[in-house]
Every structure is written in C-alpha cells, then in structure tokens.
C-alpha cells in the first residue's frame, strides 16, 4: 500500500509541460482602437505548420458595454475569412477594463493551413475596443461593417492572443523524477526480500 501511494505522489508531483501561445502579438493600445458592436467585428488571419490543438482565443483592449460577443475561426480566405469552422460565444456580465479578454477553455483540433481568427458581437449590444498597434501583428487583417463588409485593416496591428493545449507528456525533470522513484522502489523491495531470507 505504502508502495503505491508513493508512486501516486511520483505522478502527482511529475506535473505537464505548460501550454504555449500559437499566436501572441503582444498587447495594443489604446491610442489605435476598432470597435466590436453590433454587426462590427475584427479578423486576423494566421498560419499552422502542424497539426495544434486551440485552448484559447484573447483579443487585447476593453468591454465598453456587457453582453454576448462571439469567437469564430475559420479555414481558408485571401483578404477576408474563408469557411467559418468553430464559433463559439461568451458573455461578460460587466464592462472590463485594458487586457486580455476571451476563451480559455478550449480543445479544438487544427490541421496545418491558413485561418482567420475573428471577434465580433453577439447582437444584445455587447461593445468592446480591440485595440491595435501591436508590436508582432499578424499582418493579413479585415474589419467588418454592415455598410462595407469585410475591408482591408492590414495597418491595424489588432493585438490577439491565441494558446494551444498543454501537451500530455511529462517534462524531462518529471521522468527523472520517476525514474529515481522506480529506482527507489525497486530497491526497497529488494531490501524486503533480503530481510524476509535473512528472518526465515
């Protein structure tokens, strides 16, 4: 019993390799804002070269009004997205100041290809500022209206952050761990065995 609550704890303590950001641009500011309302909605378009696993989608800036706003990615497109793919809404229930704010629970599967990353309202009047001016924009970006559609914001730098799952495996200090716990056991058993022949 003694043995299996240590190897209990060896797993416990081995711990996984913390997630990364697939997409960071840094934060924007607040000197180059769009507005996120109504039929309003930013989009940034962003490339993997290998499959990924999405656990969050953050754009940086302010909730000017609470509500529903919407997350989307989509697959494909040149200067605007492509096939929508994932859509998925969030509501904040009051207005929040500068930083990042959106989805952080996710665990959505991406192959390799081109995608946009979108924000936009949920249509209850939720309003926001994504502020842009960032200092690693994504380069290929569009801003949509009700009057114009999707139009060229590739001067926006709209600041997005967007992380993949932490991965499964342990770190390589969490296997030394285990092995030298393994170790450990091993030879406690041995120590056992030894004294049970040396009694009998």
């Known amino acids: 019993m003694r043995i299996f609550l240590f190897l209990l704890s ?4 081995a711990g996984t390799a913390d997630a990364a950001y697939v997409i960071d641009t840094g934060p924007g500011t607040s000197t180059a804002p769009y507005v996120v309302g109504p039929q309003f909605g930013t989009y940034g378009q962003f490339t993997l070269t290998q499959a990924t696993r999405i656990g969050g989608i953050q754009f940086y800036g302010t909730i000017t009004n609470p509500g529903t706003a919407l997350f989307n990615l989509s697959f494909g497109g040149t200067n605007a997205p492509g096939t929508f793919i994932f859509t998925q809404t969030m509501s904040f229930g009051t207005a929040a100041g500068e930083g990042w704010h959106g989805l952080s629970d996710l665990d959505l599967e991406l192959g390799p290809g081109t995608y946009w990353v979108g924000f936009a309202s949920g249509g209850d009047g939720f309003a926001a500022q ?31 952050r967007i992380s993949s799952v932490a991965a499964g495996a342990p770190e390589p200090a969490a296997w030394a761990m285990m092995i030298l716990g393994f170790g450990a056991v091993g030879a406690s058993l041995r120590r056992a065995r030894s004294a049970g022949f040396a009694t009998a």
């Open 10 to 13: 060896l797993f416990a303590a």
């Open 130 to 160: 994504h502020y842009g001016s960032a200092p690693n924009p994504l380069g290929n970006e569009a801003y949509y209206t009700p009057l114009g559609g999707y139009t060229d914001a590739d001067n926006a730098n709209l600041a997005w």
